[in-house]
Nanobody
């Protein structure tokens, strides 16, 4: 599946952004969709994933209560609503597709190009 992420930008601390990731193809429903992020000089880290139809989300501890992942299967789109943003949330955010409910980037085969999120203090 091909993925395209967008919606990043520059926002002040405490602000919000909503990222979107649009998938091509007719098998979107069969994938677990995840968001990951990578800051300069850091490893890629798990942010959240949303399971297939009827399966719930999972979040990294550092975003619980601030970020919400959702998906619209009719639009082949997964979203990441980010509220109460902090400067340490600054990173390139990428969406990815997997057959498994996993927080490991190694389990995700297909990746979008990433979108930059910068949070100013």
């Amino acid at each position: 599946v091909q993925l395209q992420a967008f919606g990043g930008g520059l926002v002040a601390a405490g602000g919000s952004l909503r990222l979107s990731c649009v998938a091509s193809g007719r098998t979107f429903n069969s994938y677990v969709m995840g968001w990951f992020r990578q800051a300069p000089g850091s490893e890629r880290e798990f942010v959240a994933y949303m399971g297939k139809i009827g399966a719930g989300p999972k979040y990294a501890d550092f975003v619980k209560g601030r970020f919400t992942i959702s998906r619209d299967n009719a639009k082949n789109t997964v979203y990441l609503q980010m509220n109460s943003l902090k400067p340490e949330d600054t990173a390139v955010y990428s969406c990815a597709a997997s057959r498994f409910r996993s927080s490991s980037p190694d389990d995700y085969r297909d990746w979008g190009q990433g979108t930059q999120v910068t949070v100013s203090s």
